[in-house]
């Protein structure tokens, strides 16, 4: 698609599409897409991680989802699935998330979702892209139509009063000490609040936004970050969030770095000890082998989606399942949730650790196959349908085939190639890699 990538739109600030006109449009788009369905007023809620250029943004999106008729409210700085089941419980007609989730500040974007909690479809997101090389004049309402706007201070309670309904009543976390890094991120505030009112001991780092620390040096992109904190404090766990706290990476007791297999790991066994788990997981194409040999070896069956939350939570919907999610630690509990939420996925994990478990053992449940990802910046974005390059990879696969296997793709938020290679065989795996690499290069 022209403008929608794999996790809504993303890019650099007052560049191409992220600058004030572009979300004018945008706005202007998605507003008359959604009042052209219904005669009655259309609603919009608004939320955004703590960039600096949120600021700048949000005024322009706002004017036109309000040019196009729609109600606005906008709540603030609040985590993506807050926005999400706000959306939901407000019964808004559409929920947008001003953000670029684990990228540095200096990018930002958007994520929509629809009605029903869920990100928008490819097939709606086309004709929303439809519209916004449609001309303005065509798409603006007569002035007695115009939407209003009105600003929310609720979002963050109203977000962690629906998270309180999905934990036992009686949960109290008052033996435990956990670090959490909130990655400056829009989970800045509701993480401490929702763990302090538990009872928990807590050291909070990341928790200090200025507009331009978002991600940098902490979150779950920098999960060394609570592995050093963890042993400085002695802490019986770890908890990292991204900028829009839909990601999770956490950290045992000894410092251990769990990445979001890991977690939907011992949360699928946990799951289906207390019965609860649906069909089974979906995992994605990047998810490493040793999670799916793991899962077969427990009889919990294991399916592979397209890269991407979105495609995770298509094929949990057609396939009935209720646990899904990314290695990078997206993680859709679909018993609770219809988007990834670092912040439930964590209360998760505290409600068995509670029971006098530590986190090593919890989280102890398989042996990852050895694993090499590669990220390449790119200018040219057909580089992949280059000769040179579909021989290297040719090359790369043939030798390891029967050992190991290896994924290449364009990523879908920044301008790069992801390169990811498993295998028990290190040395065959790195020469795989570099083959693709080089070539690249």
């Known amino acids: 698609m022209k403008y929608f990538g794999t996790d809504g739109i993303r890019g650099y600030v007052n560049s191409t599409n992220i600058n004030g006109d572009m979300f004018f449009k945008f706005g202007l788009a998605a507003g008359n897409y959604f009042t052209n369905l219904k005669k009655k007023k259309q609603t919009a809620i608004i939320a955004k991680d703590t960039r600096l250029s949120g600021y700048a943004l949000e005024p322009a999106l706002v004017s036109g989802l309000a040019s196009a008729g729609m109600h606005v409210y906008t709540l603030g700085p609040l985590p993506t699935n807050g926005l999400a089941m706000l959306t939901k419980s407000m019964r808004a007609n559409l929920g947008i998330m001003i953000t670029a989730s684990h990228n540095l500040f200096k990018d930002n974007g958007l994520k929509l979702f629809g009605p029903d909690g869920l990100k928008l479809s490819d097939n709606i997101q086309k004709k929303i892209e439809n519209l916004i090389d449609t ?29 309180k309904k999905k934990i036992p009543k009686n949960l109290k976390l008052k033996n435990m000490k956990i670090v959490l890094d909130c990655a400056n991120g829009a989970g800045y505030k509701a993480a401490p609040k929702m763990l302090k009112s538990l009872g928990a001991k807590l050291i909070i ?43 999770i990476i956490m950290c045992d007791e000894k410092g251990l770095i769990i ?31 040793g999670l799916e040999k793991f899962l077969e070896k427990k009889k919990i069956k294991f399916i592979r ?35 990834g939420d670092g912040l439930l996925v964590a209360l998760e994990v505290v409600q068995a650790l509670n029971k006098n478990i530590k986190a090593s053992n919890f989280f102890d449940v398989f042996k990852k ?29 043939k030798l390891i085939k029967g050992n190991g296997r290896i994924l290449v793709r364009k990523s879908g938020t920044e301008q790069k190639i992801r390169i990811m290679g498993e295998s028990k065989n290190k040395i065959l795996l790195k020469k795989c890699i570099n083959i693709i690499v080089k070539t690249i290069n």
């Open 369 to 397: 196959t050895p694993q090499i990802l590669k990220n390449i910046g790119i200018k040219n974005e057909n580089i992949l349908s280059k000769s040179t390059v579909i021989s290297s990879i040719k090359k790369a696969q």
């Open 135 to 163: 001309k303005i004049e065509k798409q603006l309402s007569k002035p007695k139509f115009l939407g209003r706007v009105k600003r929310l201070e609720s979002g963050t309670d109203d977000y962690l009063l629906i998270l």
């Open 259 to 289: 990445d979001g297999d890991q977690i939907i790991a011992a949360l699928a066994l946990q799951w289906k000890k207390r019965k609860i788990l649906k069909g089974g997981v979906v995992g994605t194409l990047m998810s490493n082998y």
């Open 205 to 247: 780092i990341g928790n200090k936004p200025n507009g331009f620390n978002i991600n940098k040096n902490c979150g779950s992109t920098f999960p060394i970050k609570i592995r050093r904190y963890v042993k400085k404090h002695k802490a019986d766990l770890g908890i990292s969030l991204d900028g829009d706290a839909d990601r």
């Open 305 to 339: 989606a397209n890269v991407g939350d979105r495609y995770v939570k298509e094929v949990m919907q057609k396939k009935k399942f209720n646990l899904g999610g990314e290695q990078s630690g997206h993680i859709i509990l679909g018993k609770y949730a219809t988007t």
